[in-house]
Every structure is written in structure tokens, then in C-alpha cells.
């Protein structure tokens, strides 16, 4: 390994592993208070466990009961990614259905009732709406599909958003403030001082290699802050000894190929856990599950019986759901805080910053360990401060008013579709994942026309966005373009645009005919990895009818190659 | 009863070959449909035994000729309906498409003797076939010439130019003196014309003012340049039989479409043809959706949704496996609707009710769409006589056949003997249903 000369200067203040939303958040804080930063993502930004969540700002009413203090702070951060990102933000409406099966139905109604009047109290600092409750006529009325037998029902409204996007817009803001974001970059060991005694000294920062070209690299750095989730104590153990511990959960969510119900609707699994399903897009959920996972978490995967675990649970005030035909399944392991003994759904989801230098004698490196989606400002905020302090910079926290890239402006997509006379649908998206940077993306149609073309049918996806996700997002293989854009993500099973969305990331990124071929083959692949322990009905046919269709377009020889090639180089 | 001696249920390439056979043998024939299978949305190729994991050198140059693939796939792939056919498999196949190609005209005669054809794909990959439609591009005679790969400005379904791309870099990986380059070519003169769909912009060709364009657009880009052949989106008409004997005519170069799969220019002009070959070989067709399919002491009962029953001295089940409908998965658990006969796979009858939720799908349809699960090849399991079997591996009944992609042990999707198995199996089945 190279010697770094002690003297001189670290070309960082900060360097941060991990792209999700803790690692680009972290990122995006400290090169707004005017740090150099560097961050390294060994697969993709959002990949883990930020991208496969419920997709939710969540105002905390789980903490309501016992942790009312932890309540308010999530509504009120809430409210602040509300006003940075107003475009990545959508109103959910829930329903909490009360069956009519015990005496006991009207008491468990009143008392649903009396809890969200609690919550109402919170509801301003996030714009939601009070509760209300529903007769059983009204509930009938309002969500015709939910099993009939209800003693009635309580709405109370939360915020959806788009993990993936969430993450983007904070490595592009990190980027845009002079932040360096390294996608399919691995930190593969952290730099040690060398001290007089013959020991190692503080963290100075970190070899990496590209995953997809091999080419390695050392940077050095002040502080290196470790924020990868459930990998914490991986990444961590790499700069020597650590007792740091991470209690990972497996979650999953089972996608459905249109919006099955109206509202979020809440139900309960065979084992008493709350479970619920939501139309998000042109698609729904359902999740989620939380079990302790022991396995390998580079390789994670959902499976048939979790799969069942909440259709059965949904199918009880549902029942149609049975029917409705699943194309795929998201799986992250949640990086909850370390305790032996409690259930899963007992453990705290609050965060901690683990300073290795005082715990492990490891100066120099920081981990951030826990943490939630709706949390991820406030939990970015309190370690900037920590580093900001160590480095001495005075510049305030301004994550809570500066607008995320794009969120600046409302602006309306009728206008933007006629004026670049593409589809207002596709537009639609596009705002929401753009905001008011819209205009850019599809400026580029103004040149050549041929990119206003809708790559993805099921989404829609406009051949401009995909361009501009490998141009000006990171985005260097077919799955990196999906969690921009949501390219592949519908009902097709990325039938129709896999191919030509692999033509299109070739040419950006300048890769052979033939790695497009390859592109798309591995995206078939890991999207059919995705929902095989689903198959079922409909999506049935459509496995015979996608795998004919590339059979005949004559990928076979490409599709093997990356079964041989393995899936993760 | 129905009036018909044998009653066939589908109409795709296996329900034509089933009813071409049952006619030659002088049966009364009434095919019922309900809706376009998996053959409407096939391409324009034509396998009988293809390696569709070939590699590029393999495919520009094939090591051997599709006989020697056909007994190959029959001996290794012991499953596959194939190799019921024993040591008769090619003079089935050979027998099956002598019968069922010149019937539906728009496709070149096989020779088993040789290689295929060297065909190339809408993904810009090269792909070999037993045969092709006449309207798709044989690349064969075009060795160490060059492939023009047209252009069509405003066509947004196939990127001409990372197809010519595409190829020449795989021809170059492979070693093959074949050169392919983008040639552009103004065939959309109309600005509308850009925001039509494949066949819209096909059909274009079928009229004589569109053909009439067609030609003179060829012919003004190949002139004064060195084309030894012109590849084209898949445009060349729905109407015409032959349409590329017409353009190699009047343009002086072989002109033809790639392969492009999935409800498009290619199965449209299939659909027509088997309906045309149902009508000249005195078949009647009826568009009816069957409810079940009973088999009864006095003969299998063929009831329709609307509840009339048909019977005949034969019925047989052309239904095809998952796209089509002729296979159902629900619950977890693989089943045939119509007859409620048992699926067989890798020689064994698939056991329902695995567990109180069904099959682990993954075990079932695998975790890799290029090579499939057990699922994929899951079927109903025949005798000698192509009867459907039960459970105990006996005839269901005396009259129930079946053929085509319902096999077990045939993967349409994957295994490279689409519309040969459906062509060979279906010619045999009628030919039982008649005898």
C-alpha cells in the first residue's frame, strides 16, 4: 500500500462510504457548510436498504404512546423535507379498518379514534390532514374492495416519496455544493496513520476500486464517516478492530401491477403485526416484513413464504388482492440498533453516531449506525455537526430550508408537455422526479427530437431522462438507470424497454455494442431474481411470452454469459 | 355432436398442422378459437432444432446441419416430445413441414441438410432459424459482402443504427468477413407517418402507392453504392406472400426485414396465413371459447362457454402451454383448465398442493429467465398415438390428443424447437385423430 507522507495535505476533509440516504444526506450537509467531500458507493446510490423501503416520510405514530418527544421531531423533519423537496412528496391516505368480529369492535374503534385525535396535534408541523372516522357505509363507498364486516373506520394521512430519487437529489445537491460521488466505487481498506511507536494511528483515508472497471484508488482524508447501513460493521472492521453492531431486519414488499385500492389500507398478518397495502404510482405495495436476517447481505432475497406471509394478511380485509397479479418483490435489511432480546418490531428505530475513537481507539472514523428513512436530515445534521466541530468549521446547518435540486418551484406539467409536445403522463413523472428541472431534462429534445420517445411504456420513461440519468446522474448500468428513473420497474417486466434502454446507457457511457447486449441480459435477469418466488397467474404468461421474445431476438447466448459472468463481479 | 370428425381446439401452428393432417385423411375437420396464442405473437423465424445459446462463431458458422441437431436434441434431450419419436424424427419433421410450410406460403421450404438460415434479430444480434419468411433477410449468400442496415428516419422501434453496430461488432468477434453499415433511407416522406405502429407502417407497403414508394426508395439508396443485400425493419407488407422476390426484382439486391418478435408485422402475417390455409384445405373455423372439455363414456364432450356441447370421433387439444392459456398457474400450482388433465414434468406428474401455500414458484419457474424452471416444461404427458395420459400414465381417453407447446418436456420459450415441435407433433396428432 502506498505511504502517505504525514505532512501532506489530505485531499478531503470528509470522506463518506456508503450512497444511501444517510451517506448522500451526510454528503450533501457537509459540502453545503463548505467541506471537501468524497463518496464512495460500492454498488449504487439508494441500492440497499434506502431504496427498498415503504417509500415514506412518516410523521412516527408507532412512538406516539410511549415517545410522544420522538413524534414531534419526525413530523416537524417531516415538514422540512416537505419544503425542500415538494415535488418528491405525495399524500397517502390511510385507512385503518376495524373489523366487526368481537364485542369488543366499537371499544377498539373509540380507542383508534381517541389515538389519531393524539396524532391530529402533530399532523401541522408535516401539512397533513387530521383523522377522521368512517361508518361502514362509508367505508364501502370509499374503498368498494374491503371485506364488508366492519365496525368502521379511522383515515389518517402520511406523506409517499421515492427513496431512490431521495438519494439522487442528495448526492447531486452534495455534488453541485463540490462534492465528488463515486458510484460502483468499493472501499476495500481504510489508511492508518503510521505512529512513531510503530502503531497505527487516526483514519486518514481509504483505498477503493471501481467494481466495474477494477482500477483501485487512494484518498486521503480528515475524517472518514462510515454510513452504510447494515454493512456498519463491515465497513467498520476494516479500520481494525470494532464492537460495532447492527441487529439487521429483512423487510420486503411485494408490487402489484396497478393500483389495487384507493387509500392505504392497514391490516393485520397471522401473527398480530401491522401490515398494510398502498397504491404508489401507477402500482401498489404491500409490506412489510421485519425478521432478523443472518444471512449474507450482498445476496438477499425475498422468498415464496414471505411472500404469503402478507398477501394471506392483506387477503383478510382485502380479498380480492389474492387475484391481482404481482411483478415483483423489493428486499432491504434495516440497519436497527444493536440489543439481544426484544422481538423484532420492538426495537428502537432511532439512530447513533459511534465515535471509533473513543470506543475503538480508531480515531478519525465515525459510523452512523440506525436510522430511518423520514429521519435521515435531523440524523445528517447531528453528524455534520459532530465533524464541523472536529474541524472547527462555523458554518450553520442549512439542510432544513436549502430546496434539494429541482424543489425550488412547483411547476405544473401541462404547460412543459405542450410545449415539448410529449405525453403529459410522461411528464407527470418527470416533474415529480425533477421538480422544476424538468425543463432541462426535456431541453434536450430541442436538439434532437428523437429523444422525446418513450423508452418505458409502463412508467412512462422519456429516452431523454434515461440520457440524462447517465449523463448528469451517475448512472453506468441498466439497474442504475431504473432506480433514477424507474425505467423496467412496471408491469412488463421490462420486456419492451430493457434492450433499448441498454442500447442507450452503452452509448452515454461509451461502452461496445456488445456490453449493451449484456446490460440488458443482466437487468432480465435481476429483475426476474426479483419476483421468481411470485410467479403466479397472469405474470405466468408473461414469463413464456418475455423469455420468447429474447430468445427469438437471439439473447440466449448473452443471458448465460451472465449466469457464468455471476452476478456480482 | 359437432358434424366434424375431429374437433380441434386452437388454431395456431400446431391446431393447422393437427387439422391439415386430420383433412388428408379425409376426416371432417372444426378447429375452435378463442383468441390469438403465442404463435401470433411469434417472429418471422422458424425453429426446429435451434441452439438459441449459440454463440457468435457458432451462429455465423453452424458445426452442424440441422439432421444432425435434430437427432441430437432427440437422443440428449430425453424428455422433449422428440424423443418419442425414436429413430423417426426427422422423416416426422421432414414429413410434418413438407405438408404444413407450402400451406402457409409465406415461409421458405427446410432443408434438413443443411445449416439454416443466418438471420438477424431486431436487437442487432444474429440468430439462425430452420427457415424464415420470405419477407426476413437471409444473410447466407451475403458472405464477405456488405449488409446495408436501413435507416428509417422517424421509425422509433428499432434503432437502425445500433443495429448495423451491433452486427458488425459481432460479426467481428466471430471472425465472419461480413460487413454491416447504416445506410439512411427517406421512406416516411409523411410526417404522420413516423407516429404509426409496426404493422400500420407495414401495411403502407401493401398498397400499390406504398409499394410503388418502397421500391423507388430502395432503389434511389442502393444505386451507385455497393450493397450485396438491404436489412429492413419489419415493413414489408401484411398482404403479400412473397413481397421479397418482388423487391429483389425491381431493387437488383436481396431486400429483407430482421427478425422481430412480439405482436408484430411477422405474426400478423402468420395469423392471416393459417387462417387462409384453414379455408383451402375445406377446415371450418369457429371462434368460440371452450369451457371444459369432459371425457365421457360415449365420447369426449367438448362444451363451449355458452354452454352448447360438441363431440366427434376425436378432439384434439392445441392450446399451447402458459402464454397461450392451454397451461394455468394459480395458487402455486401448475394446472391444465380445460380437461383438468395432470402436468407432468421431467417424467413425473407434479403433485399439487405442495403446502398448505403451493410451490415455492422460484423451484418451479427458476431464477433465471434464459434458462426457466421445470414450469417451462411442464405439460401433459402422450403415448404413441399422441393420446393425453392421467395420472397413471394410461390415455385419459380414447379420443382426447394432444400436441404442440401443451407438451411436457418441450420449453416453446426456450428450447429451440418452437414451431418445429408444434408443426411435427400437431401433423402427428391429426394424423391419429383421422386414422
Known amino acids: ?569 | 355432436m359437432s358434424g366434424a370428425d375431429v374437433l380441434v381446439i386452437g388454431a395456431g401452428v400446431a391446431g393447422l398442422a393437427a387439422a391439415l393432417a386430420a383433412r388428408d385423411g379425409g376426416a371432417s375437420v372444426l378447429v375452435l378459437d378463442a383468441h390469438a396464442g403465442a404463435s401470433a405473437l411469434a417472429g418471422g423465424a422458424w425453429d426446429v432444432a435451434t441452439d438459441v445459446n449459440a454463440s457468435p462463431e457458432d451462429v455465423f458458422r453452424p458445426a452442424r446441419s440441422l439432421e444432425q441437431a435434430l437427432i441430437a436434441k432427440s437422443r440428449e434431450d430425453t424428455a422433449h416430445p422428440y424423443a418419442k419419436l425414436g429413430m423417426n424424427v426427422v422423416d416426422a419433421v421432414r414429413a410434418a413441414h413438407e405438408r404444413v410450410l407450402p400451406a402457409l406460403a409465406i415461409y421458405r421450404p427446410i432443408d434438413l441438410r443443411g445449416t439454416g438460415l443466418l438471420l438477424a434479430t431486431d436487437l442487432g444480434l444474429p440468430r439462425r432459424a430452420a427457415t424464415a419468411q420470405h419477407a426476413v433477410l437471409a444473410l447466407d449468400s451475403a458472405r464477405g459482402g456488405a449488409i446495408a442496415v436501413a435507416v428509417l428516419r422517424g421509425y422509433r422501434y428499432t434503432d437502425s443504427a445500433f443495429l448495423a453496430a451491433s452486427l458488425a461488432d459481432v460479426a467481428d468477434i466471430a471472425d465472419d468477413d461480413r460487413r454491416f453499415g447504416a445506410l439512411e433511407l427517406e421512406f416516411f416522406r409523411r410526417r404522420e407517418d413516423a407516429l404509426l405502429h409496426p404493422h400500420e407502417i407495414a401495411a403502407i407497403a401493401d398498397g400499390e402507392e406504398g409499394r410503388a414508394r418502397l421500391v423507388q426508395t430502395l432503389t434511389r439508396a442502393v444505386a451507385g453504392a455497393q450493397h450485396d443485400a438491404v436489412l429492413l425493419p419489419p415493413v414489408l407488407g401484411l398482404r403479400s406472400d412473397d413481397i421479397a422476390a418482388e423487391l429483389l426484382a425491381k431493387v437488383g439486391v436481396p431486400v429483407g426485414e430482421v427478425i422481430a418478435p412480439l405482436a408484430g408485422p411477422q405474426g400478423l402475417r402468420l395469423v392471416r396465413r393459417i387462417d387462409a390455409a384453414l379455408r383451402e384445405s375445406g377446415c371450418t373455423r369457429r371462434s368460440a371459447r371452450v369451457r371444459a372439455i369432459l371425457p365421457r363414456p360415449a365420447g369426449t364432450t367438448v362444451v363451449l362457454d355458452d354452454g352448447e356441447e360438441l363431440r366427434a370421433k376425436a378432439v384434439v387439444l392445441a392450446t399451447g402451454k402458459h402464454t397461450s392459456g392451454g397451461l394455468v398457474t394459480r395458487g402455486g400450482e401448475i394446472r391444465e383448465p380445460l380437461a383438468d388433465l395432470p402436468v407432468w414434468v421431467d417424467g413425473r406428474v407434479l403433485a399439487l398442493a405442495s403446502s398448505s401455500g403451493g410451490r415455492d414458484t422460484a423451484v418451479l419457474f427458476g431464477n433465471n429467465p434464459f434458462i426457466g424452471g421445470p414450469a417451462f416444461r411442464a405439460g401433459i404427458a402422450f403415448d404413441e398415438r399422441f393420446r393425453a395420459l392421467d395420472r397413471s400414465a394410461r390415455p385419459r381417453a380414447p379420443d382426447l390428443l394432444v400436441c404442440g407447446a401443451l407438451l411436457t418436456g418441450h420449453d416453446p420459450a426456450r428450447d429451440g424447437t418452437g414451431f418445429g415441435c408444434a408443426a411435427t407433433t400437431g401433423w402427428l396428432a391429426g394424423r391419429h385423430a383421422s386414422a
Open chain 1, 1 to 569: 500500500m502506498a505511504a502517505i507522507a504525514r505532512e501532506e495535505k489530505p485531499m478531503f476533509d470528509v470522506v463518506v462510504i456508503g450512497g444511501g440516504i444517510n451517506g448522500t444526506g451526510v454528503a450533501r450537509d457537509c459540502a453545503l457548510r463548505g467541506l471537501r467531500v468524497a463518496l464512495f458507493e460500492k454498488n449504487d446510490l439508494a441500492f440497499g436498504a434506502s431504496g427498498n423501503n415503504s417509500g415514506m416520510i412518516h410523521g412516527g405514530v408507532r412512538y406516539l404512546t410511549d415517545h410522544p418527544e420522538v413524534t414531534e421531531q419526525s413530523c416537524r423533519d417531516s415538514g422540512y423535507i416537505q419544503a425542500i423537496a415538494p415535488n418528491l412528496l405525495f399524500r397517502i391516505p390511510f385507512l385503518f379498518p376495524i373489523p366487526n368480529d368481537s364485542r369488543k369492535a366499537a371499544v377498539m374503534l373509540a380507542a383508534v379514534d381517541a389515538f389519531f385525535s393524539f396524532y391530529d396535534r402533530y399532523q401541522p408541523l408535516k401539512h397533513g390532514k387530521p383523522h377522521t372516522r368512517l361508518t361502514p357505509s362509508e367505508v364501502r363507498t370509499l374503498e368498494p374492495g374491503l371485506t364488508t364486516d366492519l365496525a368502521g373506520a379511522i383515515t389518517f394521512d402520511e406523506w409517499g416519496t421515492d427513496g431512490h430519487r431521495l438519494c439522487v437529489l442528495n448526492a447531486i445537491d452534495a455534488r453541485e455544493h463540490g462534492a465528488k460521488i463515486h458510484v460502483h466505487t468499493e472501499v476495500e481498506a481504510l489508511l492508518r496513520e503510521e505512529q512513531s511507536d510503530g502503531t497505527r494511528g487516526r483514519v486518514h483515508g481509504v483505498v477503493t476500486r471501481d467494481t466495474l472497471t477494477g482500477k483501485r484508488e487512494t484518498t486521503t482524508a480528515k475524517i472518514v464517516i462510515n454510513a452504510t447501513g447494515a454493512w456498519a460493521p463491515i465497513t467498520a472492521a476494516l479500520g481494525g478492530e470494532s464492537a460495532t453492531k447492527v441487529r439487521p431486519g429483512k423487510g420486503i414488499h411485494v408490487c402489484y401491477d396497478r393500483r389495487v385500492s384507493n387509500y392505504a389500507v392497514v391490516s393485520h398478518a397471522i401473527d398480530g403485526r401491522q401490515i398494510f397495502v398502498m397504491p404508489w404510482g401507477n402500482l401498489s405495495w404491500i409490506g412489510t416484513t421485519d425478521d432478523d436476517y443472518f444471512g449474507d447481505l450482498d445476496d438477499m432475497r425475498a422468498t415464496t413464504d414471505e411472500v404469503r406471509y402478507l398477501v394471506s394478511g392483506v387477503a383478510r380485509v382485502l380479498p380480492s388482492i389474492r387475484d391481482a397479479r404481482i411483478i415483483g418483490t423489493t428486499v432491504g435489511a434495516r440497519p436497527t440498533l444493536y440489543a439481544y432480546g426484544p422481538t423484532e418490531d420492538e426495537l428502537s428505530r432511532e439512530h447513533e453516531i459511534v465515535d471509533h475513537g473513543t470506543k475503538d481507539g480508531v480515531a478519525g472514523l465515525y459510523s452512523m449506525i440506525g436510522g430511518k428513512l423520514a429521519s435521515f436530515r435531523i440524523f445528517a445534521e447531528e453528524m455534520t455537526d459532530v465533524v464541523a466541530k472536529e474541524l472547527g468549521v462555523k458554518s450553520p446547518c442549512t439542510t432544513h430550508t436549502a430546496a434539494l435540486p429541482g424543489g425550488d418551484v412547483i411547476v405544473p406539467p401541462r404547460p412543459i408537455a405542450e410545449k415539448f409536445g410529449v405525453p403529459e403522463l410522461a411528464v407527470r413523472r418527470l416533474v415529480y422526479r425533477h421538480g422544476s428541472r424538468a425543463d432541462a431534462v426535456l431541453g434536450r429534445t430541442s436538439k434532437s427530437r428523437d429523444e422525446r420517445a418513450v423508452v418505458c411504456a409502463c412508467e412512462p420513461v422519456l429516452e431523454c431522462e434515461v440520457r440524462h440519468a447517465c449523463r448528469e446522474e451517475g448512472a453506468r448500468t441498466l439497474e442504475d438507470v431504473a432506480r433514477r428513473t424507474r425505467l423496467g420497474l412496471g408491469a412488463c417486466g421490462a420486456m419492451r424497454c430493457a434492450h433499448r434502454g441498454a442500447q442507450l446507457v452503452a452509448e452515454e457511457n461509451g461502452y461496445p455494442p456488445r456490453e449493451a447486449h449484456l446490460l440488458a441480459a443482466r437487468f432480465l435477469v435481476e429483475r426476474y431474481e426479483s419476483r421468481a418466488m411470485a410467479i403466479d397467474g397472469a405474470q405466468a404468461q408473461q414469463e413464456e411470452l418475455l423469455a420468447a421474445r429474447f430468445g427469438a431476438g437471439g439473447l440466449g447466448f448473452e443471458g448465460l454469459r451472465v449466469r457464468e459472468g455471476g452476478r456480482k463481479e
